[in-house]
Nanobody
Framework: QVQPVESGGGLVQAGGSLRLSCAAS????????MGWFRQAPGKEREFVAR????????SYADSVKGRFTISRDNAKNTVYLQMNGLNPEDTAIYYC?????????????????WGQGTQVTVSS
């Protein structure tokens, strides 16, 4: 079992940066694919980024490609999301997610464990 806990959200001006962290308990963290999703008010939860168990493969939603970077440190059981060039459309609750299969971890249906979410608000 893996229990993700997000941190690092907040309020930032357009063009600014934030770094989200996801500390995950559980002995299986190092063998799991991890991802980030987000949900804006009135919208469905959507995929943002994913990373393989060893960090060797990453994938991004088109809307964040080139601006966001996902990484992980298995020694610290932590996944990161570096967000640069933020714009108001990035405003959402960001959720850390753990899955068993990186290939399918761009769908909420493939998530085994969710964090509680952290709010990111980008002002114009």
């Amino acid at each position: 079992q893996v229990q993700p806990v997000e941190s690092g959200g907040g309020l930032v001006q357009a063009g600014g940066s934030l770094r989200l962290s996801c500390a995950a308990s559980g002995r299986t963290f190092g063998s799991r694919a991890m991802g980030w999703f987000r949900q804006a008010p009135g919208k469905e939860r959507e995929f943002v980024a994913r990373i393989s168990w060893d960090g060797g493969v990453v994938s991004y939603a088109d809307s964040v490609k080139g601006r966001f970077t996902i990484s992980r440190d298995n020694a610290k059981n932590t996944v990161y999301l570096q967000m640069n060039g933020l714009n108001p459309e990035d405003t959402a609750i960001y959720y850390c997610a753990a899955g068993h299969n990186m290939i399918h971890l761009n769908s909420t249906l493939s998530v085994d464990y969710w964090g509680q979410g952290t709010q990111v608000t980008v002002s114009s």
